[in-house]
């Protein structure tokens, strides 16, 4: 059982938004600033779309964007394409030294 | 570039040893990064394994942490992992990846990830 709780599926419409949501607890999601996202498309190695909460590496466009309020964190894709249908994974530092992921969600682009 | 290169064994013997080792090719070993272990169970999601520092210091998932070692060769740019008494619960793709530390890279970001090998424990 993963230590973030996701959502096992989400859908939306081609230019729609949607948002991820990535439910932890005061030891990892609320005690820290080091949340970041990935997308992973099958059999491919996932990819960092997100950390420090809310900043973008380079070439991800402005499409993603990251939030977090207490111990919930949450991705949001604003127009949405083809190619945003992932697994998306959230991940956070925890007060144990580690590193705890989501269970991922699938997106589904309808 | 900095790229990163998984190899070992794809399949293993329940009760044997795994070992895997990451090639990091393209860049250096430097204080920057955390050398970081990461797997994925046939259909399902990702699970850290554990982390190494440059100075050797390393943290570990502790539901792993009994069976797992993880060590780092600085001069041949790699690192390792050792993971005993494997099970058919071990089965999984393993990733190496990159874990920024430093302030001009992405700051506790998984940013660069090997391509992952699969491991199959049966015997």
């Known amino acids: 059982q993963s230590a973030l709780t996701q959502p096992a599926s989400v859908s939306g419409s081609p230019g729609q938004s949607i948002t991820i949501s990535c439910t932890g607890t005061?030891?990892?999601?609320?005690?820290?600033?080091?949340v970041s996202w990935y997308h992973q498309y099958p059999g491919q190695a996932p990819k960092l779309l997100i950390y420090?909460?809310?900043k973008r590496p380079s070439g991800v466009p402005d499409r993603f964007s990251g939030s977090k309020s207490g111990n919930l964190a949450s991705l949001t894709i604003s127009g949405l394409q083809s190619e945003d249908e992932a697994t998306y994974f959230c991940?956070?530092?925890?007060?144990?030294?580690?590193?705890?992921f989501g269970g991922g969600t699938k997106l589904t682009v309808l | 570039q900095v790229q990163l290169q998984e190899s070992g064994p794809g399949h293993v013997k329940p009760s044997e040893t795994l070992s895997l080792t990451c090639v990091v090719s393209g860049g250096f070993f430097t204080n920057a990064y955390w050398w970081s272990w990461v797997r994925q169970p046939p259909g399902k999601g990702l699970e850290w394994i554990g982390e190494i520092f440059h100075s050797g210091s390393t943290n570990y998932n502790p539901s792993l942490e009994s069976r797992l070692t993880i060590s780092v060769d600085k001069s041949n740019n790699q690192f390792s992992l050792n993971l005993t008494s494997m099970t058919a619960a071990d089965t999984a793709v393993y990733y190496c990846a990159r874990l920024c530390s430093g302030t001009s890279c992405p700051h506790y970001g998984l940013d660069v990830w090997g391509q992952g090998t699969t491991v199959i424990v049966a015997s």
């Open positions: 991940k956070s530092y925890t007060t144990r030294n580690t590193w705890a």
């Open positions: 005061n030891t990892d999601i609320g005690a820290f600033s080091y």
């Open positions: 420090g909460v809310t």
